[in-house]
């Protein structure tokens, strides 16, 4: 097996690792949230205003990690080109 072989299986294998780890992570993210808005919908001493706050936070959060998402995955897009 040659070298440009082995590295396109180890690019792979990193590809799908790292989209393994971070589905997992989007799961885990979401469920979470899940949790928070059942509970905060729950509460009667939490102003509207804190409410807005947490949500914008939750919205915040998950454009950053589609953004992180894209990043990753237009690096990819660049590299495999060597490898091809």
Do not use: C, H
């Amino acid at each position: 097996m040659d070298q440009k072989q082995i590295m396109k299986q180890l690019f792979d294998l990193n590809r799908t690792a790292f989209n393994n780890s971070y589905n997992a992570m989007v799961l885990l993210q979401d469920q979470f949230e899940r949790v928070a808005q059942t509970t905060l919908a729950r509460t009667d001493w939490l102003p509207e205003e804190g409410r807005k706050a947490i949500s914008e936070w939750a919205n915040t959060y998950k454009s950053g990690r589609d953004n992180f998402k894209q990043y990753i995955d237009d690096s990819y897009q660049k590299i495999e080109p060597f490898f091809t």
